[in-house]
């Protein structure tokens, strides 16, 4: 509904805020029921400081997901039947919570409990549709006063939970939440919108705001008042215990008094953004934010100066009272900042309101999950109690400094103009970076223009792809080092750690796949480099500390991940801005020399790793434990922190440097025409043949090696395998431009074939000629594997050729030669749609790989299975390829 339609009588106004506003009130506070019942399950199931982390943060990720979704649906169906439906399935929920008797149950529950967050963005949606534009400020802001709901918790659930147990006072919060979804489907009336979903709004117009950077802008503000809010008011209870020693019913008193101010003065939020303006009312937010936060973040110090008389000392701690009256003033503007985040939306968005929410709501749902766990994560590694407010501090930083940029940038270009910009393109692309014409196809403009252009973004990209591959496969190296530092990992788990990020990545992938034509390439190239910066700087401070939990580990090597999305995103880009007759090639050569920075960080990680070449401010050394290195001093972290400068430029050289295409803008929904073409999948399979071997044998084959031969330091040669396959990537997309796609495939896979029977001829004990008894041979073992890792880069090159022209030749046939023009547009979008999802399914490989090394010598005490299976997909491989593509009446020959 817009939001100059005429409003509704005033007495149905206030029964749907008033019928909303309860609901998500009792919704809150079961979100937030864990930093009560945490506190009792720690003790009860013996948790870390981390684990604890976790399950607070757990309910948050259920309900930050969730929102986009929900705010579609209410969207579509309305808020009187989602608002019922969620607080029924949330009770349910919380009702089977009782029934935990493990960590790993809690944890499923709490995914389920966390659906009860998702109610915000339903009551937003439903609640904007019964106001006008002058007044939705204000509605909001008293709807949004349902944070108290974490108050409620913070003040009921000690005294419940000291007089039922935890099982008991989740009872009683499941019971009121069921009666509410039943008094809400009775009482509450259809939004005025109802009507006008009769004819249903396709996805594609839903999500058309999602493209702007302001709504991201939006959500970063979200992130800290609202992420920043739920974190706290989960952690302060814990935090009050520890640090002044309170009691549990004292802790949750005292931490509602920031939960109270953080939700109550959001009413005065809304009024005063409706009458001073959301855009001042953040300043303050931000700005005082920040003072309480720098104040907050200072842990107790002792200080000695030499003075005129001799020593002095002083201390500086912030006792009980003072940390009250800062964490209220906190709360106080961060109440403020959530219902002047949310006064935009309806006003920027009035037909949009629950898909763009959801994504603000989202993204700032998803800071009350990441923030807690950081907290934890920062207790365990830093060891500072006030580690929590300093990463606090980080982001508002980050939040203000961006919005002044925008504000004073929108200020700068609407300077001497009238009307007045109310919009903040801040990040708009100038016109100069974006291509309106494009047709590479035309030789005189390719010979002219497009050329020069295509190489000065296929060059750009090559460096932000290889910095990808490199984060990506960070733990390749890591993995060897941390048994001989002290981790007490067993061998199956650090091949998990070795596994994830490519389980991560090719997940990634398939999101990264769709993203060029929607939000175009020189962003997104540009901020998926800039996302390595989290798991590199995270990882730089958690390897320096040996009692570092194993499942922080695994929550880094996840997000590794970053890297290998970036290379679905990457081809894509790539693809539009050469002809077909060069696609071989230009995505050969990105792809190729982009691999390589697998075999720089297996070449330049051993080196920086020796020496303290960041100096002192990276930290100091640990230990070598074991081995023949025992006593050496290795800087492990380097191997993270090294690449930090090289992400912050290659990133600016994308934003700065490259291009958008105009012509390659394109929706999920016309690009997910993919799913139903056969060669889609068809080339998944053989593409997770070359590129999933190569990423799988990069990410196993240090690991493996020296467990194969102890006696042999396998950092020393692991990057050689990745050079050749990124090296002969380029090759193989020349020979296919030669030869045909179809047939350096089909060749390329019997030449795998025989690689993995090399590597079965030397293992230690082999099984096809030696003697169990007999050592293998290192060389031998190595050669073979260089062998494998060249033919993967070889399929890499001409399975990447084979997409264009099998995807051009069926628009072909399909709209005849006299469309040509609209023949390329739809081959060039597909391909590329194609190119990202199949890189994403092989991208697996680097999972499965290393895991089968696992899962064989865990069951048989030897690697030989795996490799059996190896090669008999190779060999299916090879029957596609030749049926498919390669015999003479193939249906699609390339």
């Known amino acids: 509904m817009s939001a100059d339609t005429a409003s509704p009588p005033r007495s149905q106004q206030r029964r749907a805020l008033g019928l909303s506003t309860l609901a998500f009130t009792l919704c809150f506070a079961v979100w937030t029921i864990f930093s009560i019942l945490g506190v009792r399950l720690k003790q009860e199931f013996g948790l870390s400081d981390t684990q604890l982390g976790l399950l607070m943060a757990t309910p948050v990720l259920t ?19 989602v608002f019922s439906l969620l607080m029924l399935v949330s009770a349910a929920c919380v009702y089977l919570l009782t029934f935990a008797t493990s960590y790993a149950m809690l944890l499923l529950a709490a995914l389920g409990v966390g659906l009860a967050g998702g109610g915000f963005i339903v009551g937003v949606a439903y609640t904007s549709t019964w106001y006008g534009a002058g007044q939705q400020g204000t509605a909001l802001g008293i709807f949004g006063a349902g944070n108290v709901g974490a108050a409620i918790t913070n003040f009921a659930a000690p005294f419940l939970l000291l007089a039922m147990g935890w099982q008991g006072t989740a009872l009683v919060y499941a019971t009121v939440l069921a009666l509410a979804g039943i008094a809400f489907w009775v009482l509450a009336k259809e939004d005025p919108a109802h009507a006008e979903r009769r004819a249903p709004v396709p996805l ?33 209870p814990h935090y009050l215990m520890e640090v002044y020693g309170l009691g549990i019913a004292a802790a949750g008193m005292v ?5 109270l101010p953080a939700s109550l003065f959001r009413i005065l939020g809304g009024v005063l953004s409706d009458r001073i303006g959301a855009r001042r009312v953040m300043y303050w937010t931000l700005g005082i934010s920040a003072l309480c936060l720098l104040v907050l973040s200072y842990p107790p110090s002792r200080f000695m100066i030499e003075g005129v008389r001799g020593e002095v000392s002083f201390s500086l701690v912030i006792t009980l009272p003072l940390f009250i009256v800062l964490i209220f003033v906190l709360g106080f503007f961060m109440s403020l900042g959530k219902a002047a985040v949310f006064k935009h ?69 609407s300077w001497g103009k009238a009307p007045r910009s109310t919009d903040l393109p801040e990040l708009a692309a100038p016109r100069s970076l974006v291509l309106t014409e494009w047709h590479p196809e035309d030789a005189t403009f390719w010979q002219t223009t497009g050329a020069r252009i295509a190489r000065r973004n296929l060059w750009i990209s090559i460096p932000n792809l290889l910095l990808a591959f490199a984060v990506w496969s960070i733990w390749s190296i890591l993995v060897v080092r941390l048994p001989q530092l002290g981790f007490g990992y067993s061998p199956n788990q650090l091949f998990w750690l070795a596994a994830l990020p490519s389980l991560s990545g090719a997940t990634l992938r398939i999101f990264y796949s769709f993203m060029v034509p929607i939000f175009g390439g020189r962003r997104w190239t540009a901020i998926s480099t800039a996302s390595l910066l989290l798991p590199c700087l995270w990882i730089g401070v958690a390897v320096q500390h040996p009692d570092t939990p194993y499942s922080v580990m695994l929550i880094l090597a996840l997000l590794c991940g970053f890297g290998g999305g970036n290379f679905a995103s990457s081809m894509a880009n790539i693809s539009f801005f050469y002809p077909q007759a060069q696609k071989g090639t230009a995505m050969g050569l990105n792809a190729g020399l982009g691999n390589l920075g697998v075999s720089a960080l297996q070449l330049i990680g051993p080196l920086v790793i020796a020496t303290s070449v960041l100096g002192p401010m990276a930290g100091g050394p640990l230990t070598v434990t074991q081995g023949v290195h025992a ?4 800087w492990l972290q380097n191997l993270a922190f090294i690449w930090v400068p090289l992400i912050v430029i290659a990133a600016l050289a994308a934003w700065f440097g490259m291009n958008d295409i105009a012509s390659a803008k394109s929706s999920f929904r016309d690009q997910a025409v993919i799913f139903k073409r056969q060669h889609n999948w068809l080339m998944s399979w053989l593409y997770l043949g070359t590129f999933g071997s190569f990423i799988g044998f990069a990410a196993g084959f240090p690991l493996l090696s020296g467990m194969q031969f102890p006696d042999v330091d396998p950092t020393r040669y692991a990057f050689l395998g990745p050079l050749v396959g990124a090296l002969a990537r380029p090759l193989g997309g020349w020979l296919a431009d030669r030869l045909g796609g179809a047939r350096v495939t089909l060749w390329n896979f019997a030449l795998m074939v025989a690689g993995v029977l090399g590597v079965l001829l030397f293992l230690p004990g082999a099984s096809l000629s030696q003697d169990p008894g007999q050592s293998g041979s290192f060389v031998g073992f190595f050669l073979m594997f260089l062998i494998l890792f060249i033919a993967t880069g070889i399929g890499n090159g001409s399975t990447y050729r084979m997409v264009p022209v099998i995807f051009f030749n069926q628009r072909r046939q399909a709209l005849g030669d006299d469309h040509l023009e609209q023949v390329r547009t739809e081959a060039n979008r597909e391909s590329a749609a194609v190119l990202g999802f199949i890189s994403a399914m092989a991208a697996y490989g680097g999972f499965f790989i290393p895991k089968s090394y696992g899962t064989a010598m865990a069951l048989s005490g030897s690697v030989a299975p ?20 390669a015999r003479r009446n193939a249906p699609a020959p390339c």
């Open 631 to 634: 006593g050496e001093s290795v």
């Open 345 to 413: 939306i309806p006003v920027y968005y009035p037909d949009h309101v629950g898909a763009v929410g959801g994504v603000v709501g989202m993204v700032g749902g998803l800071g009350g999950f990441l923030l807690p766990l950081t907290f934890g994560m920062l207790n365990d590694v830093v060891g500072i109690w006030q580690s929590c407010f300093m990463l606090l501090f980080v982001v508002v930083i980050a939040a203000l400094a961006w919005m002044h940029y925008a504000i004073t940038r929108a200020d700068n270009q």
């Open 255 to 259: 931490a509602a008094l920031y939960s």
């Open 63 to 81: 309900g930050s997901v969730s929102r986009l979704l929900l705010g579609l649906w209410t969207d579509r169906f309305g808020g009187r039947r």
């Open 866 to 885: 795996a490799l059996y299976g190896f090669i008999f997909f190779y060999l299916s491989c090879m029957a596609l390829t030749w049926w498919f593509y």
């Open 204 to 236: 594609k117009v839903q999500l058309a705001p999602l493209s702007e950077l302001r709504v991201w802008r939006f959500s970063l503000y979200y992130f800290f008042v609202f992420g920043g809010f739920v974190a706290l008011a989960l952690w302060l």
